[in-house]
């Protein structure tokens, strides 16, 4: 049984990896909406990653994992990984606020301009920088600089800011 199970487990490894393959091609070609909307956000993905996770814990019990606690640490991260994930693809809402330099706004729009809702603050973008690196102008960083009810924050794509249960 073990056995079986530590194939299985393999396969659903091997099942992700072409997937990504498969995914990061037809995302070069068809563009990052496309692959999001029929691959990365369909829910035929997200069950082959609930195989995978669900394999992978009967792998780590049937193998006596919990045993060896600095290995089960491990293994057992990337279940709480794809958990947090699942939790974020199912019950987050994501919408885009669009502001111009200078403008505030406190609505919140889907990808198709349709109102998701309003926020229940302004928020004034300050100034926009596109960081690139010296070396080959390729782009490093966008970092926007707001203004949220008087506090200046500083948003870039590795500091992001919360704030009244929004993440920007």
Known sequence: MKKKIGIFTLVAVAAIIVVLVVASVIENLYGTDF?????????????????????????????????????FVFHIAFAFILLGAGV???????????????????????DMGILVERLPF????????????????????YVSHLSIEGEQVKVS???????????F
Not at 39 to 65: E, H, P, Q, R
Request: with cysteine; glycine share 6%.
């Open 35 to 71: 692959a999001h909307k029929y691959i990365y956000g369909a829910d035929w993905f997200c069950a082959v990653w609930a195989i995978l996770a669900i394999s992978g814990m009967a792998y780590i019990f049937s193998n006596k994992l919990q045993r060896r606690p600095a290995l």
């Open 122 to 141: 302004e928020v004034t973008l300050e100034r926009f920088l596109l960081e690139t690196h010296e070396s080959n102008n390729n782009v490093k960083d």
């Open 88 to 110: 974020t693809h199912y019950f987050g809402r994501e919408g885009y606020l669009h502001v111009r330099e200078g403008n505030s706004t406190n609505i919140v729009t889907d």
């Open 157 to 167: 794509m590795n500091n992001i800011y919360k704030r009244d249960g929004y993440r």
